[in-house]
């Protein structure tokens, strides 16, 4: 008893002996398909050294006969592959020009060719060459110090025949910097420094929310729990100023105090780009009023400004003040309360 | 007949003769894991013809057109001419959709087989003296390989590549300080925009692949001044390369394999079907593809994306947003701990000289336990690049399922080091204790052949006569 006790051990021996055991049996597979492998493409290696031992002695010796029949042998693989690949190259240009094409017998053919090429080049290596192992001495990379300390001096010696070095070195830097402004004022024509657009927050205090077929929207439009894309009436369609309408019961609403009077009805806009990375926040469920990004699964709480709740976004998504004009109709109260988008350095500012 | 006259014509206007021969003669070691970096060499071969061929047809324009190709669904639709044209070689040119897709293969086993040459270099410490400089050099076509294939699968203005471009666009501008001013620079503006298309394109198929290329030809000539390592073995020394010569046998299996690569590609490209931009529709900025993914070779940066928390940094009036640490920190301190690793090791090891001789990742057990542990992690966050789709297919929520791999990223990593690290350690001492047996038979049985030697050819073995050994001149007639 005692000892069944003892042969357990512990968890982590036993996980331990488990992955031993594991990785034993597969480089013996391995190990075995190897030798299945080099059944069928013998390589034949034949030292050029005298050996050194009696075991190196032991590498098989080809009789005359065996060279000739391997040698048959290789033949009849080399040409039944050549004659393989060709067929596929000629099936390649068949089905090209007979207007058979489909893709899959266009690849298969092309693969037939370039594969059965390879293979009879691989085959006739390992068939019909003799393998010489080659040992060869290698060549010190290093120089000989008087190599080193010539060159060195060659270089330093034409730096020296140079008149009036400082004056070259300088005209040298001035015209490396000149050329650098030079062409960073090129770069400048990519436009690489940032326009107001990312700085813009897209809305203007009286806008008419449109949906994407451009129709506005008015307090009658959407029940609670339903939503709807817009856009301010000039940038139907931009992905920047898509916005998200959503309209929940007004009892639920949590917003802070200074934006109470955003949400007439309980209708919410908020950008519909996220904050993480700039997909579009496309999913609402309406049970727990959380919008979700569908790209890396953040997810914002409409009734408290869009607050995120889960995932990797940190920032709230930006909301936009809306009021209803005399005939109902939702209109901006302002812009965005932050630029929409993926944050970047200055976007606080 | 026609060679001589060649090579008569070639050395006597360049002196080709010498050089050529030692090309001839050069020695290639014949392990398959060297064959890696090849793969990669010719994946960029088939980039560049199938690349030519697209950017024969592809319009790298936001501009608006009306479809009137074949595809039923869109056809009278308003969309951009860089999303037609990739319609219209898929769908409407001859072979168009195999060169494509094998085009997208051929980039996905590229960057594979760049990660899977790194890691047999990093494992194998084929990075040391004097190779530096070419583990440097490699480790920048890596990054210039990942940021190209964004490039190109971004191009096609379809659904997928604007999510792709929307996310492109938020990691660059995170940058502090600089972020907006790179993000105009190589976008632009705000996403979308009709600058970006033609810029990308630019960079996609002329600036980077002449970068690649550049590289290429260094790290080739760094490996052929230098030669290649070997594995430990026998005759195998610091001062000697063992293997096969350029010349038949090293340019005969190189070439088989180049073609057994295209062969490759040609069956992904004929047969695996690789980003339908048809069935994805169109770039819409008002919507997202539910399971959006970057390519796998993105999937770890995309993974750390969405298991990094929803912490920013506000500096007084500036803000380092919550992409930053995940997409730009993470990966940057990645590439620099590789970037540095070489010259890190040096300062803990007592190696001098020239190191030509690999080590088997057995023999370094914390080294290789560093290399597990950060694909690992790398694997982690690859899985968390999925999560939402891992979670759909196997009913548990995405919250749930982030947690879990919250925890995992940290412990994976650490338990699959600690396991590696005593694997590492068993396997060496199986391995000492194995050699110490060889050494003994080798012992015996070199003592058996010289003992049967001795018997058969006594004069091979006997020791010098007393007296010395006779010298022979030429003229005197030798006695039996």
Redesign the interface.
């Known amino acids: 008893m005692n000892n069944g006790e003892e042969q357990r051990g512990s968890g982590l021996g036993a996980f331990?002996e488990l992955?031993?055991s594991l990785?034993r049996f597969f480089s013996r597979l391995l190990r075995f398909l190897g030798a299945v492998v080099a059944r069928v493409l013998p390589a034949k290696v034949v030292t050029t050294?005298i050996p050194e031992?009696?075991?190196d002695a032991d590498l098989p010796m080809e009789s005359e006969a065996q060279i000739e029949s391997r040698e048959r042998t290789g033949s009849v693989l080399v040409v039944g592959s050549f004659t393989v690949a060709i067929l596929g190259g000629v099936g390649f240009v068949f089905f090209?020009w007979t207007g058979a094409?489909s893709?899959?017998?266009?690849?298969?053919s092309?693969?037939?060719?370039?594969?059965?090429?390879?293979?009879?080049?691989?085959l006739?290596?390992r068939w019909m060459?003799v393998?010489?192992?080659?040992?060869?001495?290698?060549e010190q990379?290093k120089s000989s110090p008087i190599e080193r300390e010539s060159t060195t001096e060659a270089f330093c010696g034409g730096a020296r025949d140079v008149r009036r070095r400082r004056l070259l070195k300088w005209m040298g830097l001035g015209g490396a910097g000149v050329l650098a402004s030079m062409l960073v004022t090129l770069?400048r024509s990519?436009?690489?420094?940032?326009?107001n657009?990312?700085y813009s927050h897209v809305w203007k205090g009286g806008q008419r929310l449109v949906t994407?077929d451009g129709k506005p929207v008015s307090l009658s439009s959407l029940r609670p729990g339903s939503t709807v894309?817009v856009f301010p009436e000039d940038k139907v369609?931009?992905?920047?100023a898509?916005t998200v309408l959503i309209r929940v019961k007004e009892e639920l609403l949590q917003l802070p105090q200074e934006r109470s009077t955003w949400a007439p009805s309980g209708y919410l806009a908020y950008s519909?780009v996220c904050t993480?990375?700039?997909?579009?926040v496309?999913e609402y469920e309406a049970e727990q009023s959380l919008l979700l990004?569908?790209?890396?699964?953040?997810t914002f709480d409409v009734l408290r400004a869009a607050a995120?709740t889960?995932?990797?976004?940190?920032?709230a998504l930006p909301q936009l003040p809306l009021y209803a004009d005399a005939d109902g109709t939702l209109r901006a109260g302002g812009g965005f309360s932050e630029p929409p988008?993926?944050?970047?350095?200055?976007?606080?500012? | 007949m026609i060679t001589r006259r060649v090579s008569r014509f070639l050395d006597s206007r360049l002196g080709a003769a010498k050089f050529v021969r030692s090309a001839l003669?050069h020695?290639f070691p014949d392990h398959w894991s060297f064959m890696l970096g090849e793969v990669a060499l010719y994946c960029f071969v088939i980039l560049v013809i199938t690349g030519t061929y697209l950017a024969l047809f592809f319009h790298a324009s936001s501009e608006k057109v009306i479809y009137h190709g074949s595809y039923a669904p869109l056809v009278g639709q308003k969309i951009s001419a860089a999303y037609g044209s990739a319609l219209h070689i898929s769908l409407d040119v001859?072979?168009g959709?195999?060169i494509r897709?094998?085009h997208h293969w051929a980039a996905d086993i590229f960057v594979w087989a760049i990660i899977a040459h790194i890691a047999r270099i990093y494992f194998t410490a084929a990075y040391r003296k004097?190779r530096e400089l070419n583990w440097l050099i490699g480790l920048t076509l890596l990054v210039l390989a990942l940021v190209n294939g964004f490039f190109g699968y971004s191009m096609l203005d379809d659904l997928l590549s604007g999510?792709g471009l929307?996310?492109g666009?938020?990691?660059l501008?995170?940058?502090?300080?600089i972020?907006?001013?790179l993000?105009?620079?190589f976008m632009?503006?705000?996403?979308?925009n009709p600058?970006t298309l033609p810029?990308m394109f630019a960079l996609h198929i002329f600036l980077v692949p002449a970068l690649i290329a550049g590289l290429l030809v260094l790290h080739l000539g760094m490996i052929w001044?230098?030669?290649h390592t070997n594995y430990p073995g026998p005759?195998r020394t610091?001062?000697?390369?063992?293997?096969?010569?350029l010349w038949?046998?090293y340019t005969?299996?190189s070439?088989?394999?180049?073609?057994?690569?295209?062969?490759?590609v040609?069956?992904?490209?004929?047969?695996a079907q690789i980003d339908p931009v048809w069935i994805y529709g169109p770039y819409d900025?008002?919507?997202?593809?539910?399971?959006?993914q970057p390519d796998w070779y993105l999937g770890w940066v995309e993974g750390a994306?969405?298991?990094?928390?929803?912490?920013?940094l506000?500096l007084g009036?500036?803000?380092?947003?919550?992409?930053f640490f995940?997409a730009v920190l993470m990966p940057s301190l990645v590439f620099l701990a590789l970037y540095l690793y070489p010259f890190v090791e040096k300062l803990f090891s007592i190696d001098e000289g020239?190191q030509?001789v690999l080590r088997m990742p057995y023999e370094q057990p914390v080294k290789t336990a560093l290399g597990v542990a950060v694909f690992t992690f790398m694997l982690v966050l690859l899985t968390a690049g999925g999560d939402?789709i891992i979670a759909v297919s196997t009913g548990r929520s995405?919250?749930q399922l982030?947690t879990l791999l919250r925890i995992l990223v940290f412990v994976a990593p650490v338990t699959a080091a600690i396991?590696t690290y005593?694997?590492c350690v068993?396997l060496r001492t199986r391995k000492a204790a194995s050699d110490a047996l060889a050494e003994t038979t080798?012992v015996l049985?070199?003592r058996?052949?010289v003992e049967?030697t001795r018997r058969l050819e006594p004069e091979l073995l006997l020791p010098a006569p007393p007296g010395g050994v006779p010298e022979l001149s030429s003229d005197e007639p030798r006695s039996a």
């Open positions: 331990l992955g031993w990785l050294e031992s009696g075991r090209y094409i893709t899959a017998m266009l690849g298969g092309l693969a037939v060719f370039l594969g059965g090429m390879g293979f009879t080049l691989v006739w290596a060459m393998h010489k192992e080659a040992v060869e001495p290698r990379l770069l990519l436009g690489i420094s940032p326009d657009s990312l994407l894309t369609g931009s992905e920047r898509q519909r993480h990375a700039g997909c579009p496309g990004c569908p790209c890396h699964q953040s995120p889960g995932g990797p976004a940190a920032r988008g993926p944050g970047f350095w200055g976007i606080l500012s | 003669n020695v001859p072979a959709l195999l897709q094998m004097p999510t929307r996310v666009y938020a990691i501008i995170s940058v502090p300080v972020g907006p001013w993000t105009y620079l632009g503006g705000t996403v979308p600058e810029r001044r230098q030669m005759k610091n001062q000697t390369i063992v293997g096969s010569r038949p046998s005969a299996k070439l088989g394999l180049l073609l057994l690569v295209f062969g490759v040609a069956a992904l490209g004929g047969f900025p008002a919507a997202t593809m539910a399971g959006a994306m969405r298991l990094f928390p929803g912490v920013n506000r009036h500036w803000l380092v947003p919550e992409v995940p020239d030509n939402d995405v919250i982030r396991l005593f694997v068993r080798d049985h070199r058996k052949s049967e």
